[in-house]
């Protein structure tokens, strides 16, 4: 396996992509370029967990991706809509040197959870919006991923937001403005140029209301987006893999599961 650490700005160390990327085995004939995932942890926009960022990464290696986990901007340190330009100039980058990692661009997922979910999403739903090509020289349809991946996003900033995350997302005068709060309340975002969804969340979620991802679904079926929802019925905030390998020592024999099912939702895309 291979690792970089890919610096988004010059003179900052706390924007970064890392890579995961599996080399190819000279005895094997056929083409090895691997899907690639995007992988956007979450953290309330406050900081970037680690219990979301590498161990999805090792996850999705082992099942044929090549993997790429963002640090992107957090700590008020800039505000909406930095983070997703990072996310847009990660997949310019992704396009750029897709034969150097090996990946097939026309493949590329992203994957977020709880407000990288909330990251995930608004790049699944402004992918081509204007005010990204202001500022970053690349193709449009290059920005767009093939499929998004959505781990109890945050998604409104609505009746059932969480407003931590929203907090953290646009800062100062912009929190209270009621125009920019609607901007980022993504079931008002999709389109029908919105991705395809694979999502999932717990009903007992008690820091992201489950409303979150209802609310999504509702706006991708009324937009006929295809997607797939895994709902649970029991399991807290912040999963990740649901197992021990992230500190989760409750035993969830369903919600493990939902990384295969993801991987099936991306082989048939």
Same mark, same amino acid.
């Given at each position: 396996?291979?690792?970089?650490?890919?610096?988004?700005?010059?003179?900052?160390?706390?924007?970064?992509?890392?890579?995961?990327?599996?080399?190819?085995? *000279?005895?094997?004939?056929?083409?090895?370029?691997?899907?690639?995932?995007?992988?956007?942890?979450?953290?309330?926009?406050?900081?970037?967990?680690?219990?979301?960022?590498?161990?999805?990464? $090792?996850?999705?290696?082992?099942?044929? $991706?090549?993997?790429?986990?963002?640090?992107?901007?957090?700590?008020?340190?800039?505000?909406?809509?930095?983070?997703?330009?990072?996310?847009?100039?990660?997949?310019?980058?992704?396009? =750029?040197?897709? =034969?150097?990692?090996?990946?097939?661009?026309?493949?590329? $997922?992203?994957?977020?959870?709880?407000?990288?979910?909330?990251?995930?999403?608004?790049?699944?739903?402004?992918?081509?919006?204007?005010?990204?090509?202001?500022?970053?020289?690349?193709?449009?349809?290059?920005?767009?991923?093939?499929?998004?991946?959505?781990?109890?996003?945050?998604?409104?900033?609505? *009746?059932?937001?969480?407003?931590?995350?929203?907090?953290?997302?646009?800062?100062?005068?912009?929190?209270?403005?009621?125009?920019?709060?609607?901007?980022?309340?993504? =079931?008002?975002?999709?389109?029908?140029?919105?991705?395809?969804?694979?999502?999932?969340?717990?009903?007992?979620?008690?820091?992201?209301?489950?409303?979150?991802?209802?609310?999504?679904?509702?706006?991708?079926?009324?937009?006929?987006?295809?997607? =797939?929802?895994?709902?649970?019925?029991?399991?807290?905030?912040?999963?990740?893999?649901?197992?021990?390998?992230?500190?989760?020592?409750?035993?969830?024999?369903?919600?493990?599961?939902?990384?295969?099912?993801?991987?099936?939702?991306?082989?048939?895309?």
């Amino acid at each position: 396996m291979k690792t970089e650490k890919i610096y988004l700005y010059e003179g900052r160390d706390d924007v970064f992509l890392t890579t995961y990327i599996a080399e190819p085995f *000279e005895s094997l004939p056929y083409n090895q370029k691997r899907k690639a995932i995007l992988i956007f942890p979450g953290g309330a926009y406050w900081y970037v967990s680690p219990r979301e960022g590498e161990p999805i990464a $090792f996850n999705f290696l082992a099942k044929g $991706f090549n993997a790429f986990v963002l640090d992107y901007t957090v700590k008020g340190k800039d505000r909406f809509p930095a983070q997703l330009l990072e996310a847009s100039m990660c997949m310019k980058l992704l396009h =750029e040197r897709a =034969e150097e990692f090996h990946i097939d661009p026309d493949y590329i $997922f992203t994957i977020g959870f709880s407000a990288g979910g909330h990251l995930c999403a608004s790049h699944g739903t402004m992918w081509n919006k204007d005010f990204i090509y202001n500022k970053i020289d690349m193709p449009r349809e290059n920005n767009r991923p093939r499929g998004m991946i959505l781990g109890y996003p945050v998604i409104t900033s609505g *009746e059932y937001s969480h407003e931590g995350s929203i907090k953290n997302l646009l800062g100062g005068e912009n929190y209270a403005k009621p125009e920019m709060r609607e901007f980022v309340s993504l =079931e008002k975002a999709v389109s029908e140029e919105t991705v395809p969804t694979f999502i999932w969340h717990t009903v007992t979620d008690n820091a992201v209301p489950i409303q979150n991802s209802l609310l999504f679904m509702s706006s991708l079926a009324y937009n006929h987006i295809p997607f =797939e929802a895994h709902l649970y019925p029991e399991g807290g905030h912040g999963l990740s893999l649901a197992d021990k390998t992230v500190g989760i020592n409750s035993i969830y024999h369903a919600i493990p599961g939902w990384i295969d099912l993801a991987i099936k939702w991306a082989d048939n895309l």
